[in-house]
């Protein structure tokens, strides 16, 4: 993705989008400096597009129960991206997982839960990157992107969906603690999050397994 003001220069806020009905219709994350960081309106759909113009960051898509059933990038990355969102409900915390891929005939921005994914085309080697956060805190645990998918600005699209689905279904504020790998460290200290993460305290092992 292209280089995106800070938070400082900007603010990283949010807009659901609402029917006359009150329903909701979709949900951005917009940087702008139309309203703080982290503020929240909300507004109808005509008067949300014309609040965020050309700003968002991430669109999330409801459908009619009002269930987050796509995100799309506005500035896509190239390849463009859609998602399936494993969950870990098991895992102590509860963790989830938004794992990206490209292709296979299915639509960018289309978001595929477990089941969904079972009946795709796609194998976990298929994946270009993934995110795993804890939803019950917005606790960021590991970001991974394929090693011949780098720079190709995934790992900020990635975060921006992660981030934006969170948001979406109204879960915490995403963050990160001081613990990444190198690779991390750099994306932390170069993209448009760096607020959201803490100064580096422990330097991680690299998730890329050896020979790739």
């Not at 219709?25 to 005509?46: K, M, N, Q, T, Y």
């Not at 895992?91 to 795709?120: I, S």
């Not at 699209?157 to 979406?168: F, K």
């Not at 613990?179 to 305290?201: F, I, V």
């Amino acid at each position: 993705m292209p280089n995106t003001p800070t938070p400082a220069e900007t603010g990283w806020w949010h807009c659901l989008a609402v029917a006359p009905d009150g329903s909701r219709r979709w949900f951005a994350v917009v940087a702008s400096s139309r309203h703080p960081d982290a503020a929240r309106v909300e507004l109808l759909e005509e008067a949300a597009r014309h609040e965020i113009g050309t700003a968002a960051v991430c669109v999330a898509r409801y459908d009619e129960h009002e269930r987050v059933c796509g995100l799309d990038l506005p500035i896509p990355p190239v390849p463009p991206l859609w998602f399936g969102e494993l969950r870990e409900s098991a895992a102590q915390p509860p963790a989830v997982n938004l794992v990206a891929f490209t292709g296979h005939g299915v639509a960018p921005g289309a978001l595929h839960d477990d089941a969904a994914l079972r009946d795709l085309p796609v194998a976990s080697g298929d994946q270009l990157g993934a995110v795993r956060w804890y939803p019950a805190t917005g606790e960021l645990d590991q970001i991974y992107v394929q090693p011949n998918w780098r720079r190709h600005g995934l790992a900020t699209a990635l975060i921006a969906a992660a981030a934006t689905l969170s948001y979406a279904r109204d879960w915490p504020r995403m963050w990160s603690d001081g613990q990444r790998t190198e690779l991390g460290e750099r994306l932390r200290n170069s993209g448009p999050w760096w607020h959201r993460a803490a100064e580096l305290t422990h330097l991680a092992p690299p998730m890329t397994p050896p020979g790739d």
